[in-house]
């Protein structure tokens, strides 16, 4: 299977970098595509054996799977430019571009009649992607399970992967791309909090960053909910309780659910 990636930035070069550590890709039969030359340096130091170019012409037409891993502003023009090159009947074709919808990417597609519909995806992983452990959700248009097997086999060598209908992709992308940067965020009030407790902050960071990987290797292990763990370690008029009700006084659970749904708007 041979793969093009156009787009060698953070999220095209991260895939690029982590299917090579797989078991389904060879480094050989994986080229990345940019215009950025640093980007392709930076893929060629990190394996020798990946391939990189700056043209794309050159490069689509013996690809089984193409991935177009730019920015959604940028999408519909690369499409535009290399469909004439595409062919319909044997390729795969992935989007990463964020909030560009299979309708959208299909008008792009669109060549004179008679032609065979694009089998198309849209994936949205997460930054993590860079260390083999995204949230990446694939929603699929016009394919068969085989291929949806075959995109879903492959983005699960770089984390957890879940099919989903493309109606559900903004709350998914909410939920697993904007949800790093809330972690995130979560995690450093709660290492502020530590230096305000007397804590060094290095110190500080190190517990809440064990504490969160606990948290979540605990769930993930039982598959219990989440409250029910919590039922776990709150005693009675214990601390715990109270500072989870002092939490919620403050607006947690509410702001939260406000973040997801303000960036689905």
Not at 169 to 176: K, N, R, V, Y
Request: glycine residues 8%; contains cysteine.
């Amino acid at each position: 299977m041979k793969i093009t990636i156009i787009g060698a930035g953070n999220m095209g070069g991260a895939i690029a970098k982590g299917l090579t550590q797989g078991y389904l890709v060879k480094a050989e039969d994986i080229t990345v595509v940019d215009v950025s030359q640093t980007c392709l340096d930076n893929l060629k130091a990190f394996n020798k054996d990946i391939n990189v170019s700056k043209e794309i012409s050159g490069t689509l037409l013996h690809a089984d799977v193409v991935m177009f891993a730019v920015k959604p502003w940028q999408i519909q023009d690369v499409l535009e430019d290399v469909k004439s090159i595409l062919n319909y009947d044997k390729q795969i074709l992935i989007s990463i571009a964020a909030g560009v919808s299979f309708e959208t990417l299909n008008a792009s597609l669109k060549k004179e009649e008679p032609y065979r519909k694009p089998v198309l995806f849209r994936v949205m992983p997460n930054t993590a992607i860079a260390v083999r452990q995204s949230m990446t959700f694939v929603a699929s248009c016009n394919a068969e399970s085989k291929h949806e097997s075959l995109v879903i086999d492959l983005f699960n060598e770089l984390g957890k992967v879940i099919l989903i209908p493309e109606s559900q992709m903004p709350a998914a992308t909410a939920l697993g791309s904007c949800g790093t940067a809330f972690a995130m965020r979560y995690i450093r009030a709660a290492s502020e909090g530590g230096v305000e407790l007397g804590i060094y902050p290095e110190t500080a960071k190190d517990i809440v960053l064990q504490t969160v990987k606990g948290a979540v290797e605990l769930l993930m292990t039982t598959g219990n909910h989440p409250e029910s763990e919590i039922d776990k370690v709150t005693t009675p008029g214990g601390i715990t309780i109270k500072g989870l009700n002092a939490m919620e006084q403050a607006g947690f659970t509410s702001a939260v659910i406000q973040g997801l749904k303000a960036s689905v708007k």
